[in-house]
């Protein structure tokens, strides 16, 4: 509960109302990581490498569509 009220109040001092909504979505992704027990880091690594010129299915670079190797390889770099 700690972590959600942290950044509720942080959210607070954002700036601009699109800026939120990126946060907002950033914020719900590192939580889905966690709940899929994906490294977070890895996993953006993980998209934004896949992202330039990406032309299929978004499903398909969700935490829980990672690859376990992939993952342990990008942890093992970091």
Same mark, same amino acid.
């Given at each position: 509960?700690? $972590?959600?009220?942290?950044?509720?109040?942080? *959210? #607070?001092?954002?700036? %601009?109302?699109? %800026?939120?909504?990126?946060? %907002?979505?950033? /914020? =719900?992704?590192m939580?889905? *990581?966690k709940? *899929? &027990?994906?490294?977070?880091? %890895?996993?953006? =690594?993980?998209? #934004?490498? &896949?992202? $330039?010129? /990406?032309?299929?299915?978004?499903?398909?670079?969700? $935490?829980?569509?990672?690859? &376990?190797?992939? +993952? +342990?390889? &990008? =942890?093992?770099?970091?």
């Amino acid at each position: 509960m700690r $972590p959600v009220t942290v950044g509720r109040k942080n *959210c #607070l001092f954002i700036g %601009a109302p699109e %800026a939120g909504q990126r946060s %907002a979505i950033l /914020y =719900t992704m590192m939580e889905e *990581c966690k709940r *899929c &027990k994906v490294d977070g880091l %890895a996993w953006l =690594t993980w998209v #934004l490498g &896949k992202l $330039p010129g /990406y032309r299929g299915d978004m499903e398909e670079l969700m $935490p829980a569509a990672m690859p &376990k190797a992939e +993952e +342990e390889v &990008k =942890t093992a770099q970091i």
